[in-house]
C-alpha cells in the first residue's frame, strides 16, 4: 500500500472513530457527530450518475442533495434529501439490523429513487404543476395528499417504477414517477408503454422538458430541510420514532392494502367476495410465498388466514378481474409475511 493511500485511510479512522463502535455505543451517537458528507461518500457517484442523466436529455436543472433522516423532496425546494445510512456502510448495516432493510441500498434502487425524486425538484424548480398542460394531464397538486390509496393493478394509465403501484397515490407522484420513467437510460418507454394510455403522461413530460431545455430554473433556491449536521438527535431516538411510527403503519397495514386491492361494493353481480377468492387460492400461494420467502409455510398461512378474516368483515368484493386480483394478492401477502416475521428489534440505548 502506498504512503499516500495509507495517510488517507488514517484520516478517515481519525475522522470517523465511530465505525469500530459496537451497534449500542453508536446508538448513543448524536446525527450532527457523525461528520457524514455525501462528497466522501459511495453516494458521490451516484449523485454524478443522476446529473449525467440530466445533462444527456438537456436538463440544465442539478439539485441540490443533501443528507438527512429520511428520503423527501421538499414542496417549493428543488433538491433531493437522502437518508444519511446511504454515506457510509457501517450505518447502512445498523439500518439493515434494525429496519431490516434499507431502501436505497442497492445500486439499482437507489437511482431508481434518486430519479423519482429529481422529478418533484424539476416540477418544483420550474413551476411545472401550475402550467395547464401538467394540471389537464395529471391533475390537480393541490388535491389532499391521502393517508390511503386504492391500488388499481391492472390499470395502464400510470407507469410502473418504484413499485407499490406508487403513481396512483398522488398527482404529484404520477408526474415523478413518470418522470422517472422517461429519464432511465434505454428504458424504451416508446415501445414498452405503445399500448399504454400511460404513453400520453410520457409524451407530455417530453414535451414539458422540451419546453424548459436550456432555461435556468426560475426557482434556484439551495434550501436544506432537516441536514444532518444541525441535527442533534441520537440515532437511539431516530430508531425509537422510526419504529413506532412502523408499528404503527403495520397495524393499519393490512386493512389499507385489502382495500387498495378489493372494493366493499359489488361492480359486477358475478363479482366473487374477497375471502372466497384467496380461500380458493390458499393452497398454491402459500408454499409459493414461503418458497419467495425462504419461510415455513405455517407462518404463510397465518397472515393469509388473516387476511381472509379482515376480507369477510371489510366485505370485500373482487372487482377487477382474477388474474390481477391474485397477482396482487401474492404481493400482498409476501410483504406482510415479511413484515410480520420480522425478528424482534434490538434494545435501543437511552
Known sequence: ???????????????????????????????????????????????RRLYADLERRGIALRPHVWLSEEWFSPDGVPGIAVPFYLAHPR?????????????????RLLLRILRHEAGHALDNAYRLRRRKRWRAVFGPASLPYPARYRARPDSRRYVHHLGEWYAQAHPTEDFAETFAVWLTPKSGWRKSYADWPALHKLRAVDELVASVRGVRPPVRNRTRIEPLEHNTRTLAQHYRRKLARNRQIRRGLADELLRRAFSP??????????????????????????????????????????????????????????????????????????????????????
Open 91 to 107: 450505518l447502512e448495516r445498523l439500518e439493515r439490523r434494525i429496519m431490516h432493510e434499507a431502501e436505497g441500498g442497492n445500486t
Open 265 to 350: 361494493e359489488r361492480s359486477r353481480r358475478d363479482a366473487p367476495r374477497a375471502a372466497t377468492l384467496l380461500r380458493a387460492h390458499l393452497r398454491p400461494l402459500v408454499p409459493a410465498v414461503a418458497r419467495a420467502l425462504r419461510i415455513e409455510r405455517y407462518s404463510v398461512e397465518q397472515v393469509l388466514r388473516m387476511l381472509i378474516e379482515r376480507s369477510e368483515r371489510l366485505k370485500l368484493y373482487v372487482y377487477g378481474n382474477r388474474r390481477d386480483a391474485l397477482r396482487y394478492s401474492r404481493w400482498m401477502l409476501e410483504r406482510l409475511t415479511g413484515l410480520y416475521s420480522e425478528r424482534e428489534t434490538p434494545h435501543l440505548p437511552l
Open 1 to 47: 500500500m502506498s504512503p499516500t493511500r495509507r495517510t488517507k485511510i488514517a484520516a478517515r479512522a481519525k475522522d470517523r472513530p465511530w465505525v469500530r463502535l459496537s451497534d449500542e455505543q453508536l446508538l448513543r451517537k448524536r446525527f450532527c457527530d457523525l461528520r457524514l458528507s455525501i462528497r466522501r461518500s459511495p453516494l458521490a457517484a451516484h449523485v
